[in-house]
């Protein structure tokens, strides 16, 4: 928490880029990121700054369907992490299906919660969304006629959030969940 800069301000008309309700007042960086470059930070108003010491106040977090959208990685990151912290709940699972945030963001979003399943290949590389991939054994794809050959290509893959053991790809135009373990990065 610091000082908040003009810059930073500017950046969504003085209000809070949370709640997009209250004049903004304070700078908030999102950790682990600690130099207070606005990049790193968000302007909250008070009423959100309070709201993140209180485990209850999901009625009030709504407002990140509104600020998930914003243009700022940051603002994505501890939108996306107040999000993570209610996704049991509906309409918090509905915005993190629906969200499509660049990979660097999501994992900033998730540091906070010591997040050790990366999603590797079998030989280690870590994968990335949009990481093309190799198959390294035939694989039958569950609930169709056809095997995948050794060696198929697997372009724009997607990780599955919560399981570090999964990627999804398309193969022969369907969309198929896939063990990292049988894939090597293309
Ligand atoms: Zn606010």
Not at 83 to 101: P, R
Request: overall charge negative.
């Amino acid at each position: 928490m610091s000082a908040i800069k003009e810059e930073l301000k500017k950046r969504n008309q003085d209000l809070c880029e949370l709640c997009n309700a209250e004049i903004a007042s304070i700078a908030y960086t999102v950790s682990p990121k600690s130099d207070e470059s606005i990049e790193n930070q968000v302007a909250v108003c008070d009423v959100c700054m309070k709201a993140t010491d209180d485990n209850n106040s999901g009625f009030h977090w709504r407002c990140v369907e509104g600020s998930i959208w914003s243009p700022y990685a940051s603002v994505q990151a501890l939108s996306f992490r107040i999000l993570n912290q209610y996704k049991e709940e509906a309409w918090a699972n509905d915005l993190i299906s629906s969200v499509d945030l660049d990979e660097n963001t999501i994992q900033w979003a998730l540091s906070a919660f010591e997040v050790k399943d990366i999603h590797k290949d079998a030989f280690g590389n870590v994968l990335v969304t949009g990481d093309n991939v190799v198959l390294t054994q035939a694989l039958n794809v569950k609930g169709t006629n056809f095997t995948a050959s050794k060696g198929t290509v697997v372009k724009k893959i997607k990780l599955v959030h919560d399981n570090a053991e999964q990627i999804e790809g398309k193969i022969n135009d369907q969309v198929i969940v896939i063990l990292t373990k049988f894939v090597k990065k293309g």
